[in-house]
Nanobody, 113 residues
Framework: QVQLVESGGGLVQPGGSLRLSCVAS????????MAWYRQVPGSRREWVAT???????AYGDSVRGRFTISRDNAENSVFLQMNGLKPEDTAVYLC???????WGQGTQVTVSS
């Protein structure tokens, strides 16, 4: 069974940091490339970051310089290190593979004082 499970979300103050994790199983290999998206209720899903099979990384304009995507092929996991968090980063964060066929359930990140 294909599965993507995110974790690591929570409540953090502005300026704080969080590290999100996404564990893949059931035939998905993070070595093939993965992406993080985020979504606020009532809004479109927003692309956050991508890591390709070659290891190239790309970031959305709103997070570039603050967020870092990485992966551990041995653990079949992808991560999102988020620093300098802002209230506008509040959203449900989801991981996906690069066919965008499979998505996790998401993990809630709330940035508030």
């Amino acid at each position: 069974q294909v599965q993507l499970v995110e974790s690591g979300g929570g409540l953090v103050q502005p300026g704080g940091s969080l590290r999100l994790s996404c564990v893949a199983s059931g035939g998905i290999s993070v070595a093939n490339g993965m992406a993080w998206y985020r979504q606020v209720p009532g809004s479109r899903r927003e692309w956050v970051a991508t890591i390709t099979s070659s290891g190239s990384r790309a970031y959305g304009d709103s997070v570039r310089g603050r967020f870092t995507i990485s992966r551990d092929n041995a653990e079949n996991s992808v991560f999102l290190q988020m620093n300098g968090l802002k209230p506008e980063d509040t959203a449900v964060y989801l991981c996906t593979e690069l066919t965008y066929r499979y998505w996790g359930q998401g993990t809630q990140v709330t940035v508030s004082s």
